[in-house]
Nanobody, 120 residues
Framework: EVQLVESGGGLVQPGGSLRLSCAAS????????MSWVRQAPGKGPEWVST????????TYADSVKGRFTISRDNAKNTLYLQMNSLKPEDTAVYYC?????????????WGQGTQVTVSS
């Protein structure tokens, strides 16, 4: 059974930083493309970033490019999202997802999510 467990969310002031983690189990993590997806209150899901299996290739939504960094530790079956220069519009539930960008439309492949709130 695929399990994705996110952690690291919280309340942060604008301009602050957070690091999200996602512990994966139930599948061969090191061979799978992984992504982060977010959903803000009252809005549809938004793809944030994708990282390929080896960890050297990553893509980002324009809204987070230059501020967020996705990474992975295949030895620990863990996915990360370093978020810097956070803005109020980054407030959302962040989900770890098994798959590429198209996983934004496949909720069955997401974890349970972690809340990120950016507010002063």
């Amino acid at each position: 059974e695929v399990q994705l467990v996110e952690s690291g969310g919280g309340l942060v002031q604008p301009g602050g930083s957070l690091r999200l983690s996602c512990a994966a189990s139930g599948f061969t993590f090191r061979t799978n493309v992984m992504s982060w997806v977010r959903q803000a209150p009252g809005k549809g899901p938004e793809w944030v970033s994708t990282i390929y299996s080896g960890g050297s290739i990553a893509t980002y939504a324009d809204s987070v490019k230059g501020r967020f960094t996705i990474s992975r530790d295949n030895a620990k079956n863990t996915l990360y999202l370093q978020m810097n220069s956070l803005k109020p519009e980054d407030t959302a539930v962040y989900y770890c997802a098994k798959g590429g960008a198209s996983v934004v439309a496949q909720r069955d492949y997401w974890g349970q999510g972690t809340q990120v709130t950016v507010s002063s």
